[in-house]
């Protein structure tokens, strides 16, 4: 994106000031509530030093205006003034530019189409998106209104890295600024990452928490995943479609176009319908937000301030999320439209640094949990010491087995691994909040329960194999030569010693009729009890006749 000149730079810093003076006399007023979508933008700044330029830097540290918790729980507010004026006087060609640049200043829509470099794509793929967005007017409202408490800051992210502001628009694209998406392949949050991808980024996914939905954590990663695409294609449209994907299918389809001799642009790749249809459908959100008049499209009015704040949380105080979004002073829903990254019903302090909240409701956080008495959290971390069935760590948690296994999503008929970390209620007395290293590291690991077993010996007969032997009795040649010691490939000797373990028969199928035979049975009898029989079935006994199948052993 072409850097904005220093005489429009000048305008800016002089509309940024006015701007301030105004802002400051509307503090206090309530933000506007959605039924569908949530709050909507447009809530005013707390104070003239939380304008726009008091508010840059979001992502990476201390947001300007916002209140800093101490360990003690005392609120810290931090300001920072709004930019001095240039020194020298603005010129009659900056003045030209002053309307623009104040509209820019004032409505965030006006600031994103003025950022606008991307190439122009027009073909039928655009012209069915742009009509497929016109027919749906509740969804385009919805879906912007939503984006409206998002957009402020991804804007603040795509112009401090210089980047077109049509990748600001990405996430209407990818999950229609749902935060908390979730495709069928997989990809979580706005900007949809995969989570190998997600790794790849420093996006932590683990019991706690899915940095995918976090909504600067993806933002960053997703802003630096298309900057190295950018860099290695050198074209956006191609860097889109390896965003959608993957840089290695695009790589290839430029290298089959270019031993056909045939063009590289992104039009004229042969890919799949999906990424066929992921930049028309980009540059029809352009085109929408560029002239919504055109296709009888209302945009939310969206002013160019900040919706929320980051607000810090002390490393010492687990919180319950209910609890948080209560003393916030917002629902449940509002608090998760913010934070949508929390997987479980507590926020870990040893790995979560901040909270995002709502202007207006940033400082009501803080007085409140600065006068709040009482436990903050009602549920902690558990790491199971060994593999235990869920009523084994109920018990040893002291809770019901069935919120165990609610809480945690475990299915019935698994075992809970040792180290696997489950989410349990909290003891009254309990004062320790969750370490580090569980917070940052948690994972659940089940595994099927075994079924009881039981261990035959037999009596190998003339020209049994461990493959011979594991097939007669429907188990794998690895484990009859692990329960042997012998290869997978070994024979046995006749009469020599073979153990063999199957499953213990349930007390329903102890008593239910033995399934029809496709074969005579032998007539021998049954061998007396604790006799080694063959492994083809024969009593070693004397003068014994058996009425039994070869499967049916004795155990020894």
């Known amino acids: 994106m072409t850097p904005p000149t220093t005489s429009l730079r000048r305008c800016s810093a002089i509309a940024a000031a006015a701007l301030a003076a105004v802002l400051a006399g509307?503090?206090?007023?309530?933000?506007?509530?959605?039924g569908e979508a949530?709050?909507?933008?447009?809530?005013?700044?707390?104070?003239?030093?939380?304008?726009?330029?008091?508010?840059?830097?979001?992502?990476?540290?201390?947001?300007?205006?916002?209140?800093?918790?101490?360990?003690?729980?005392?609120?810290?507010?931090?300001?920072?003034?709004?930019?001095?004026?240039?020194?020298?006087?603005?010129?009659?060609?900056?003045?030209?530019?002053?309307?623009?640049?104040?509209?820019?200043?004032?409505?965030?829509?006006?600031?994103?189409?003025?950022?606008?470099?991307?190439?122009?794509?027009?073909?039928?793929y655009v012209h069915k998106w742009e009509q497929w967005y016109a027919t749906r007017p509740d969804y385009v409202a919805r879906m912007t209104e939503r984006g409206g408490r998002y957009l402020f800051h991804v804007m603040e992210e795509v112009e401090r890295r210089g980047l077109p502001t049509e990748l600001a628009l990405l996430p209407f694209v990818e999950s229609a600024f749902n935060p908390q998406a979730l495709s069928t392949a997989r990809a979580a949050g706005m900007w949809q990452f995969m989570p190998t991808t997600g790794r790849d980024f420093e996006l932590k996914q683990n019991l706690f928490r899915d940095d995918r939905r976090d909504v600067l954590a993806s933002t960053r990663a997703a802003l630096d995943y298309l900057q190295r695409l950018y860099s290695q294609f050198g074209d956006w449209h191609l860097a889109l479609a390896a965003y959608n994907w993957g840089q290695g299918n695009v790589q290839r389809a430029i290298a089959r176009n270019m031993k056909a001799g045939l063009p590289t642009d992104y039009a004229s790749l042969r890919m799949p319908v999906e990424t066929r249809n992921y930049v028309p459908k980009l540059q029809a959100v352009k085109n929408l937000i560029t002239h919504p008049e055109a296709f009888s499209i209302s945009l939310p009015a969206l002013q160019n301030h900040p919706f929320f704040l980051s607000v810090p949380i002390d490393r010492d105080r687990d919180i319950d999320v209910a609890l948080a979004a209560r003393l916030a002073g917002l629902s449940l829903e509002e608090f998760q439209a913010l934070n949508p990254q929390m997987n479980k019903p507590v926020i870990l302090a040893a790995a979560t640094p901040r909270v995002l909240l709502p202007y207006d409701n940033a400082n009501e956080f803080v007085q409140r949990l600065k006068e709040h008495r009482g436990p903050l959290a009602s549920w902690t971390a558990w790491v199971a010491p060994r593999t235990l069935k869920p009523a084994e760590a109920a018990k040893q948690v002291g809770m019901p087995e069935a919120q165990l296994r609610e809480v945690n999503r475990i299915p019935p008929r698994m075992l809970v691994k040792v180290g696997s970390t489950l989410l349990v209620l909290r003891a009254a007395h309990a004062t320790r909040d969750v370490d580090e290293h569980v917070a940052e590291n948690a994972m659940m690991v089940l595994a099927p329960e075994?079924?009881?077993?039981?261990?035959?010996?037999?009596?190998?007969?003339?020209?049994?194999?461990?493959?011979?032997?594991?097939?007669?009795?429907?188990?794998?040649?690895?484990?009859?030569?692990?329960?042997?010691?012998?290869?997978?490939?070994?024979?046995?000797?006749?009469?020599?010693?073979?153990?063999?373990?199957?499953?213990?028969?349930?007390?329903?199928?102890?008593?239910?009729?033995?399934?029809?035979?496709?074969?005579?049975?032998?007539?021998?009898?049954?061998?007396?009890?604790?006799?080694?029989?063959?492994?083809?079935?024969?009593a070693s006994a004397p003068k014994a006749q058996a009425t039994a199948k070869s499967s049916k052993k004795t155990v020894r």
């Open 450 to 538: 075994a079924k009881p077993m039981r261990k035959l010996t037999l009596k190998a007969g003339r020209g049994d194999t461990v493959a011979s032997v594991a097939k007669r009795y429907k188990v794998s040649a690895a484990q009859v030569a692990q329960w042997n010691d012998v290869g997978p490939r070994a024979s046995f000797k006749p009469g020599q010693k073979v153990v063999v373990m199957v499953a213990a028969a349930s007390p329903s199928s102890r008593s239910a009729k033995p399934a029809p035979s496709k074969r005579p049975a032998a007539k021998a009898a049954a061998p007396a009890k604790g006799k080694t029989v063959s492994a083809k079935g024969k």
């Open 26 to 34: 509307c503090a206090g007023t309530p933000v506007a509530q959605n």
């Open 38 to 124: 949530g709050p909507t933008v447009g809530t005013p700044v707390a104070t003239a030093s939380s304008t726009l330029a008091a508010t840059r830097r979001a992502a990476e540290g201390p947001v300007p205006g916002a209140v800093i918790l101490s360990r003690d729980g005392s609120a810290q507010p931090e300001l920072v003034p709004a930019p001095p004026l240039e020194s020298d006087p603005a010129t009659a060609s900056d003045v030209t530019h002053a309307d623009a640049a104040a509209a820019a200043q004032a409505d965030l829509w006006a600031r994103v189409r003025g950022g606008f470099s991307m190439a122009e794509l027009d073909d039928d």
